[in-house]
């Protein structure tokens, strides 16, 4: 089993909709779980973090955490054109851990 | 001015050469990262370093040896090398080694093609 777990799309959404994109984990011991955007050929570059159950909002993201289900989400509400990218679900205890990212489409 | 900077962005060579990328970062961060991209996306963590020590040493072989002259730099140098080592490495760096809300800041990826 993987550790961070998300799945791969590609997930299409039409633009101004609400696009949903889920993970999960494996470590019970992990502290903090951030939300990283990477565009094609860039590098990743860190949209949220969240290290509480409940919600978390900035702007157009809401990021979920659920640590009895070890599950942590991220909502992106409005979509736009630019939010299409590959979205990274990452997890830390002792060392960070990524997941193998979700691409993330959005139709005009 | 580059936060985590790495040199070369692409890097092309052929099997067996021996290579090395560099990674310098200017933030004042005390512990240094580098990740391996496969094809599919996925960001695998290959060595970790705090204060120019070794913390985290992943199952990585052993023809990838890291080195950190400093706390601001972590090169890595790879030898003999395989058509499998194409990907694209990043180096990264955080404040102190990762623990409640402390980000990654990431260079921007040497993309290493092997012949």
């Known amino acids: 089993q993987k550790e961070v777990e998300q799945n791969s799309g590609p997930l299409s959404v039409p633009e101004g909709a609400i696009a949903s994109l889920n993970c999960t984990y494996s470590?019970?011991?992990?502290?903090?779980f951030f939300w990283y955007r990477q565009y094609s050929g860039k590098s990743p570059e860190l949209i949220m973090f969240?290290?509480?159950?409940g919600d978390k909002e900035d702007g157009r993201f809401t990021a979920q955490l659920n640590k009895a289900s070890q599950y942590v989400s991220l909502l992106i509400r409005d979509s736009q054109p630019s939010d299409s990218a590959t979205y990274l679900c990452?997890?830390?205890?002792?060392?960070?851990?990524f997941g193998s990212g979700t691409r993330l489409s959005i139709r005009p | 001015d580059t936060a985590v900077s790495q040199t070369p962005k692409y890097l092309v060579t052929q099997m067996g050469n021996d290579k090395s990328i560099k990674c310098e970062q200017n933030?004042?961060?005390?512990?240094m990262y580098w990740y391996k991209q496969d094809s599919k996306k996925f960001l695998k963590i290959m060595f970790s370093?705090?204060?120019?020590?070794?913390?985290i040493n992943e199952t990585v072989p052993n023809r990838f040896s890291p080195k950190s002259p400093d706390k601001a730099h972590l090169n890595l140098h790879i030898n003999s090398l395989e058509l499998g080592d194409s990907a694209v490495y990043f180096c990264?760096?955080?404040?102190?080694?990762?623990?409640?809300?402390?980000?990654?800041?990431f260079g921007q990826g040497t993309r290493l093609t092997v012949v």
């Open positions: 990452a997890t830390s205890a002792s060392k960070i851990i």
């Open positions: 470590d019970r011991g992990s502290q903090s």
């Open positions: 969240i290290y509480s159950n």
């Open positions: 933030l004042g961060h005390d512990t």
């Open positions: 370093y705090n204060n120019k020590e070794l913390i």
């Open positions: 990264a760096s955080s404040p102190r080694l990762l623990q409640g809300n402390t980000e990654a800041f």
